[in-house]
């Protein structure tokens, strides 16, 4: 049985123009470059931010540590003892000196783990220096004393 001419002419209108198959393939390429070029872009914004951030915390941190020690020195008229050997460890992560006083509080013994890297801590002459070492991607040092905070 023929096809009528009527439905012939109705399915090929609605047939694409010849080409037009690939454009979508093309176009999605191309959104997928831009996006891919975007991202390449912001990833390092996106990481410097992310790093002030920890430098900002740091400094927090180090400026809580200075108030403890602060409140260390009132009540005992003296900052704690230099640590010696691996004490330097257990002075940040116990919160106690060498004569078994309390120098950090619990909190304050996280918020340093999380926060720093310890790397020394000395008393002189009626003040302390200690350097620590932010987390963030440079592992930025830092000084602090009873008076400021360096970095």
């Known amino acids: 049985m023929p096809v009528p001419a009527q439905q012939v002419t109705s399915v090929s209108k609605h047939r694409h123009p010849r080409g037009s198959k690939g454009s979508g393939i093309l176009e999605l390429l191309v959104v997928l470059a831009i996006t891919i070029a975007l991202a390449v872009i912001s990833f390092p914004i996106y990481q410097n931010y992310i790093d002030k951030a920890k ?12 108030s403890e020690l602060k409140t260390y020195h009132d009540e005992y008229q003296e900052y704690p003892p230099e640590p010696k050997g691996s004490f ?7 919160g106690k000196d060498s004569k078994g006083r309390t120098v950090f509080q619990s909190l304050m013994i996280e918020q340093i783990s999380d926060d720093l890297s310890p790397v020394s801590y000395n008393t002189i002459k009626g003040s302390y220096t200690i350097i620590a070492k932010a987390r963030d991607s440079k592992q930025t040092t830092m000084t602090v004393t009873s008076k400021k905070i360096s970095y």
């Open 55 to 66: 430098i900002t915390i740091a400094l927090g941190t180090l400026e809580n540590i200075r």
């Open 88 to 94: 330097l460890k257990d002075f940040f992560f116990t």
